[in-house]
């Protein structure tokens, strides 16, 4: 008893890091079916004692699956995405494709569940930035209403890929060492550096990434009168991104208010003990599927304003667990 | 011809700086000595060709000086810096210990020379965060005037020490041969982390760091009506820090007007080429006396609002070179 699922990009870090979530979480599989590109095919990788063979992902993949998780980039989710539903899989894409298209869902379980009652076989899941940050604002919002938002990101090198978890440890073993530092992922040196420069750049000067975070924001929370502005950076991590959310809210509130309801909320954890050098960092979110939340303190800068600082393993809330929750509450909600 | 300057704190990473750039510079120098605590006395360093001892930091040392810096923290400065100034020498001051005192100038040359005007002996460096900081932002200060300013900072180990540059040299590379992390000099690891806490936390769960540059931003510019918050972290790279600042103007602006001003600014220097990835990283700012500024763009979340990622390197902007350039405009200003 159970789903024939199938995974697009399964030698990926994200690929790889759903194969792990959905043995945690024992989601009811029948067959398990791992695709990636032409180069990856015979690679074996094992899932539930079994071995399983990588095969090619190819429209024809597809007849014989109830689900397909895709999480090869936009261009091959373009080209095969429609492919699967065609024939019959509900996708839960990961990539950038679909997100903002109408009769698309942008889901984060904890949010806005509802959205995938109308789902039309395709749904998406968000950038890994905007997962963390909404699952811990929505509950605020609800009650306060946000007015404005100023996000800053720190975001590790494995929201790239494992190519860029490579560059990074082989950069910093050759700094280290008094080596010259090779650069193949990034355009700039990231061992002991920052890049200002996450995606491309667009005509606004922000970058893809700053307005996927401003974009995919209001459409979950469903209220485009939310103003948002970030700045996306990337940081010498290897997992987890962090983020510096500074909040203007409508309505006033208590401080201790904030943390009952912070600490009540849905896949959230407070980690805020101040004194005791307590608060969330990369290192304790890896490998987790909170979005941590600490540094909680009233910004007095403006009418209810209030600073947050919000750090999520990117690969599992930020990617592949919050795909995973999607295909759970497909299959509570008999949606598949 | 010259001055008799000493340094105290003369083996940190911020003294060895204040050698390197008064050399540089060619600070007219009669005497130089070279102070530290008793554990440093005894070790050399060349000066212009010249071995110098360390001597250990006493009130007698400062008889014979016209000039002292300080960079040795700031129960040193309290200790010693009165007696200094008692023995007339003119200080400045890389300590916090006196920098919110209202008859000390609180000084960043490119910014309020004229605070030196009234000097009674003693001069406040800034904070390193809040120097670069001013630095950009006076300019469009004076023109549009700054109504509220966000700023998240990225702030190198450097500015917390020798030590500190250490424990990530040898964190980073445990990590990378799979080793137990030693954690010596922060309450976490480093290496390959972000630690959200710079300094000792306040009652307003504010660190002291977060308040400095909201304290000292003020008095700099000497407008006591700029609101500001700030959330500094601490990250893996060596030397130079970097800020994403988020600032709300009064007036309206034309960002071609905005570029023009940044190019036009003292100890600015303008990095910004978006379609060829050029921004302001730490490592382009390393070892240079600029304030660099990228990624201006419209903030469209608030009436004239703009993003600039500003980054110098902490050690010579932030600290000895901004103490250095001080005392030049003493000179300069017959003040010493």
């Given amino acids: 008893m159970g789903y024939r699922l199938g995974i697009v990009g399964a030698t990926g870090a994200v690929g790889q890091e759903m194969i792990k979530v959905l043995a945690q979480r024992k989601f009811p599989i029948a067959d398990l079916k791992l695709l990636a590109s032409a180069r990856s095919t015979g690679r074996e990788f094992e899932f539930e004692g079994e071995r399983i063979k990588v095969r090619e992902a190819k429209p024809i993949e597809f007849n014989d ?24 899989c509900v996708v839960i894409d990961n990539s950038s494709a679909f997100r903002m298209e109408e009769n698309v869902p942008l889901v984060v379980p904890e949010v806005n569940i509802g959205a995938l009652k109308t789902h039309q076989g395709l749904i998406a899941n968000p950038n890994c930035s905007t997962i963390q940050l909404v699952v811990v604002i929505n509950p605020l919002h609800q009650l306060y209403r946000i007015r404005r938002m100023v996000v800053t990101t720190f975001q590790s090198v ?26 193949e992922v990034y355009p700039h040196q990231i061992a002991f550096n920052l890049i200002p420069q996450i995606d491309v750049f667009l005509d606004n000067l922000y970058t893809k990434e700053e307005m996927k975070l401003v974009n995919e924001t209001r459409k979950i929370l469903n209220d485009y009168s939310i103003k948002i502005t970030s700045t996306c950076v990337r940081v010498p991590v290897f997992i987890s991104h962090s983020e510096s959310v500074n909040l203007e809210l409508e309505k006033s509130f208590e401080l201790r208010e904030v943390r009952k309801i912070l600490k009540e909320a849905p896949g959230v954890k407070v980690e805020d003990d101040p004194g005791k050098s307590i608060y969330p960092m990369p290192l304790m979110a890896e490998g987790t599927d909170f979005c941590f939340v600490g540094r909680i303190r009233r910004d007095e800068s403006v ?34």
Same sequence: chains 1, 2.
């Fill in 65 to 88: 699956l109830d689900i397909a998780l895709f999480s090869a980039g936009a261009s091959v989710s373009k080209a095969l995405a429609p492919e699967a539903v065609k024939a019959g």
């Fill in 158 to 183: 494995s929201g790239t890929g494992r190519r860029a978890i490579e560059e990074l440890r082989r950069q910093s073993a050759s700094f280290l060492a008094g080596e010259p530092i090779e650069k």
């Fill in 303 to 336: 009418k209810s304003g209030l600073n947050l600082w919000i750090v999520a393993d990117n690969l599992r809330k930020g990617a592949a667990l919050n795909a995973v929750q999607i295909a759970e509450e497909l299959v509570k909600l008999k949606l598949v």
